[in-house]
């Protein structure tokens, strides 16, 4: 694995279009792009956060009726090549890793099936009530594990 100017270790498994199996498409906006014409690091996390959002959008209906939440506790994108409007963006979410109360978001950012762009979030799940880390479920586990990144 190469490691990203802050030394963080950007995972290559991130940029194939065919390890995902959930997709959600977002159009570039011009109020996405900064003064030089790029989208901005901003708009970046936005399409990784409707991604992720969308991936999680059952579990997270089912889970508050339960009482439990995801929060996200740790967020590192990887900016890989330029991107510029006008265009679009499929956003391609899998699973990376499952802990007892946690699990780590994979994500790659794809526009004419070329990699701009990776993510990987760290999800909590926590008690509504006490806020405090509580064990995913078996049932969600093996949802989760449905989408494991090769």
Do not use: K
């Not at 499929?90 to 699990?103: A, D, H, L």
């Not at 794809?110 to 999800?123: H, M, V, Y």
């Amino acid at each position: 694995m190469s490691a990203s100017p802050t030394g963080y270790p950007a995972n290559p498994a991130l940029r194939i279009h065919s390890h995902y199996r959930h997709f959600e498409r977002e159009r570039v906006r011009w109020s996405d792009t900064d003064q030089i014409g790029h989208v901005n690091n901003l708009a970046f996390a936005a399409y990784c956060e409707t991604g992720r959002s969308m991936f999680m959008n059952q579990v997270t209906m089912q889970n508050r009726a339960l009482g439990r939440l995801f929060v996200v506790s740790q967020l590192v994108v990887n900016f890989i090549e330029e991107l510029h409007w006008p265009a679009e963006v499929m956003v391609g979410t899998g699973v990376m890793q499952i802990g007892r109360t946690s699990y780590r978001v994979g994500q790659g950012l794809f526009a004419n099936d070329r990699c701009f762009g990776t993510a990987e979030s760290l999800l909590v799940q926590i008690d509504a009530e006490s806020r405090r880390p509580t064990p995913i479920s078996d049932e969600l586990r093996a949802w989760l594990e449905t989408y494991r990144i090769a």
